[in-house]
């Protein structure tokens, strides 16, 4: 998810740029960014309600990582603890999440295949 959201920055550091660049040639013209700002808020508030990052570590790199979950994953879950396996750098870490999205524990496993 990391990836999307150097995407989504890209994106809008880019858009900013067109507009700094289109108001100094349109200054007497309407704005056409007018209500941008709320309109990212709004598309932000969006996202936040599809998705939540956690933070956990991996004791391999003793490093913080922030892992991105589906909302739906643990608000539709059948037990309280979520138990949900993240990929890093050739291991994985399980970890226990709970309703309140707190990670409660991880675990370095190892992946076959």
């Not at 900013?16 to 108001?23: E, K, V």
Request: charged share 20%; with cysteine.
């Amino acid at each position: 998810m990391d990836k999307y959201r150097c995407i989504l920055s890209s994106i809008l550091l880019a858009i900013c740029y067109i507009h700094a660049f289109l108001s100094g040639f349109l200054s007497e013209f309407a704005d056409p960014f007018i209500g941008f700002n709320e309109i990212f808020k709004d598309i932000l508030s969006s996202i936040r309600q599809i998705i939540t990052y956690v933070r956990a570590q991996c004791k391999i790199y003793a490093s913080n990582l922030n892992i991105c979950i589906r909302n739906s994953m643990i608000e539709n879950a059948d037990s309280n603890l979520v138990n949900l396996a993240y990929y890093h750098d050739g291991h994985a870490l399980l970890l226990y999440i709970d309703p309140t999205f707190k990670v409660r524990g991880a675990e370095i496993v190892k992946i076959s295949g």
